[in-house]
């Protein structure tokens, strides 16, 4: 079975002592629960693992049980892992969490714990709320290149198509099944059960069409005006922000806000719609990839979402950051920041753009230390996705 590289990092941080509980926190089969199970099996302490996601009423009695059946075998064996998965689901999940573990350390009781959520936003609500300083969140990212060609066998243009969901490798043979898994399977349950279930939304279809409008233009800027013209909707701005903020927390589409130096950015400047996986917007094209590769501007826009996805994985949990930058008709792909250095990336693809390169005017102004051209005569596509992001700011 292939381990991803994360197993190593929090079996270190379980065989430290019991400091912290560890929450593994991102969007939905991204093996999430299998990197859990791996660390099981790993472990030479007695472990149990439990799922909200099978409890009858999610309510804190079940997991008030779950914990005592932890606290039974670390008394009995000399220390345990609990591992809780789609904690989330439980009301008030973090205040009965803090209650809990605080009577541990009060009768030393080595139980360690490991949390799983599906959505790192809604986590982290709970977290902060209730858990300050007691625990350390570990994000589970989506599948990156390297891990689907190690895991799977994927190709670079299989994978610019079909992403980074290993539960749905098996089925890219089938490009139906494949996109209806995508389509019921992750957005649908992504939408319905982890967000509109679990945070208020007031125009969940608001929500549902801002989704496909990120896809739809993901690699493109748009502002927010714009975007509720194309909604048809009388939504205002602040709400449409807020539902870019709520699925990029469940791992589907972010919003890069304009880069401007040091100066303070507004959240209301247009963002550049990013798609988080590259299946998300494949599974809804009516293409197979043999086909998509033919659309010269349509495979250029999702080489450029690639790209894009794979910063913005790759910079989670960390203190990189990721803007655009756009002047009149010049614009800059990507801008990398972490403290004083910035890196400038321009992407070379097949998509005819409305824009020109910027790179030279952008260097004017921000005197970047590092300016990448991807693609074309500069680095080329697998090996930008193929090493860690960090890697172009160093």
């Given at each position: 079975?292939?381990?991803?590289?994360?197993?190593?990092?929090?079996?270190?941080?379980?065989?430290?002592?019991?400091?912290?509980?560890?929450?593994?926190?991102?969007?939905?089969?991204?093996?999430?629960?299998?990197?859990?199970?791996?660390?099981?099996?790993?472990l030479?302490?007695?472990?149990?693992?439990?799922?909200?996601e099978?409890?009858?009423t999610?309510?804190?009695?079940?997991?008030?049980?779950q914990?005592?059946?932890?606290?039974?075998?670390?008394?009995?064996?000399?220390?345990?892992l609990?591992?809780?998965?789609e904690?989330?689901?439980?009301?008030?999940?973090?205040e009965?969490?803090?209650?809990?573990?605080?009577?541990?350390?009060?009768?030393?009781?080595?139980?360690?714990?490991?949390?799983?959520?599906?959505?790192?936003?809604?986590?982290?609500?709970?977290?902060?709320?209730?858990?300050?300083?007691?625990?350390?969140?570990?994000?589970?990212?989506?599948?990156?290149?390297t891990?689907?060609?190690?895991?799977?066998?994927?190709?670079?243009?299989?994978?610019?198509?079909?992403?980074?969901?290993?539960?749905?490798?098996?089925?890219?043979?089938?490009?139906?099944?494949?996109?209806?898994?995508?389509?019921?399977?992750?957005?649908?349950?992504?939408?319905?059960?982890?967000?509109l279930?679990?945070?208020?939304?007031?125009?969940?279809?608001?929500?549902?069409?801002?989704?496909?409008?990120?896809?739809?233009?993901?690699?493109?800027?748009?502002?927010?005006?714009?975007?509720?013209?194309?909604?048809?909707?009388?939504?205002?701005?602040?709400?449409?922000?807020?539902?870019?903020?709520?699925?990029?927390?469940?791992?589907?589409?972010?919003?890069?806000?304009?880069?401007?130096?040091?100066?303070?950015?507004?959240?209301?400047?247009?963002?550049?719609?990013?798609?988080?996986?590259?299946?998300?917007?494949?599974?809804?094209?009516?293409?197979?990839?043999?086909?998509?590769?033919?659309?010269?501007?349509?495979?250029?826009?999702?080489?450029?979402?690639?790209?894009?996805?794979?910063?913005?994985?790759?910079?989670?949990?960390?203190?990189?950051?990721?803007?655009?930058?756009?002047?009149?008709?010049?614009?800059?792909?990507?801008?990398?920041?972490?403290?004083?250095?910035?890196?400038?990336?321009?992407?070379?693809?097949?998509?005819?753009?409305?824009?020109?390169?910027?790179?030279?005017?952008?260097?004017?102004?921000f005197?970047?230390?590092?300016?990448?051209?991807?693609?074309?005569?500069?680095?080329?596509?697998?090996?930008?996705?193929?090493?860690?992001?960090?890697?172009?700011?160093?």
């Amino acid at each position: 079975m292939f381990k991803r590289p994360l197993l190593t990092s929090i079996l270190k941080r379980l065989r430290e002592s019991r400091r912290f509980i560890q929450v593994l926190a991102g969007p939905r089969q991204v093996g999430k629960t299998t990197l859990a199970q791996q660390a099981m099996d790993e472990l030479t302490v007695p472990c149990h693992y439990a799922s909200a996601e099978d409890a009858a009423t999610g309510n804190t009695v079940w997991l008030e049980q779950q914990w005592d059946i932890g606290r039974i075998r670390a008394r009995h064996e000399g220390g345990a892992l609990l591992v809780l998965d789609e904690i989330q689901k439980v009301q008030r999940w973090s205040e009965t969490v803090k209650r809990l573990w605080e009577e541990d350390s009060r009768t030393e009781v080595d139980l360690k714990v490991i949390m799983l959520g599906s959505s790192q936003l809604l986590l982290a609500n709970g977290l902060t709320e209730s858990l300050a300083g007691r625990f350390e969140i570990i994000p589970v990212r989506h599948w990156s290149y390297t891990e689907m060609k190690a895991a799977f066998g994927l190709s670079l243009e299989q994978f610019l198509f079909f992403g980074g969901y290993p539960g749905a490798a098996s089925l890219i043979d089938d490009r139906q099944r494949w996109g209806r898994y995508i389509i019921d399977s992750l957005i649908e349950s992504t939408i319905s059960r982890d967000i509109l279930m679990m945070t208020r939304v007031d125009k969940p279809a608001l929500l549902r069409r801002l989704f496909k409008l990120g896809c739809d233009y993901s690699g493109q800027m748009l502002s927010y005006q714009k975007m509720v013209g194309q909604l048809q909707d009388v939504g205002n701005t602040t709400t449409l922000a807020h539902y870019l903020d709520l699925l990029e927390g469940a791992g589907m589409v972010a919003g890069l806000q304009k880069f401007a130096g040091q100066s303070v950015r507004s959240r209301a400047s247009s963002p550049k719609l990013q798609v988080l996986n590259t299946a998300l917007l494949s599974a809804q094209s009516p293409f197979d990839l043999a086909t998509a590769m033919e659309q010269r501007d349509w495979w250029g826009r999702l080489v450029e979402s690639t790209i894009g996805a794979h910063i913005l994985n790759g910079i989670v949990g960390t203190d990189m950051e990721c803007f655009y930058w756009r002047e009149g008709s010049l614009e800059v792909d990507f801008v990398l920041r972490r403290g004083d250095r910035v890196t400038a990336i321009e992407v070379k693809s097949s998509r005819a753009k409305e824009t020109l390169p910027g790179m030279e005017a952008f260097a004017r102004t921000f005197n970047p230390q590092r300016k990448l051209l991807i693609g074309g005569q500069g680095i080329s596509i697998e090996e930008f996705l193929s090493k860690p992001v960090e890697t172009w700011l160093d």
